[in-house]
């Protein structure tokens, strides 16, 4: 499953860029991800990081659920669990299921994260200007910092926000930070 995912998700980086004129060396340029790294992503020879993806979606300006649902599929309107899309990080951890992913005709979509202690994850900009978030944390210490405002989280804390600029978000531990987060479309 990982590598035909990882497949899937280059087929459709590949496409994205192409769609939109790109060489390889300008989305380099764009994205900070060197034009190798890119060439092995698109072949599905390396899975890229969730930072990358990040990057990526904001190049292409489209979420990372949008680029996850193109690369998978359509879901149908009762999503079990063990059918949720879900993708790791390999190299921070990062674990993220899509619980009710982007759908034709629904604006929201709601994601299951879970974020290994001490791990950064650092977004420079939003692929989707204004879009509205909440995070609710569910177990774990978080600090995010929205547009360079820091809020720390402790369980049960709920934060929103419409992103506009960077976001990072941080697991500060002992154990992992498991948060919901609930996207919605502007």
Partial sequence: MRENLDARIGRRLASLREAGGLSLDALAAQSGISRATLSRIERGETSPTANMLGALCAVFNTTL???MLAAEGAPPALLRRA???FWQDAETGFA???VSPPTPGYRGEMLENSLPAGTVITY???PIPGQEHHLWLMEGALALTIEGSRHE???GDCLRWRLFGSSRF???GP???R???ALVQP
């Fill in 96 to 98: 993220r299921r899509s």
């Fill in 153 to 155: 989280l402790g369980p």
């Fill in 175 to 177: 154990g992992p930070a």
């Fill in 83 to 85: 059918e949720q899309p």
């Fill in 179 to 181: 948060y919901v987060l």
């Fill in 65 to 67: 659920s949008q680029l």
């Fill in 124 to 126: 420079p900009g939003p």
């Fill in 170 to 172: 941080e697991s500060l």
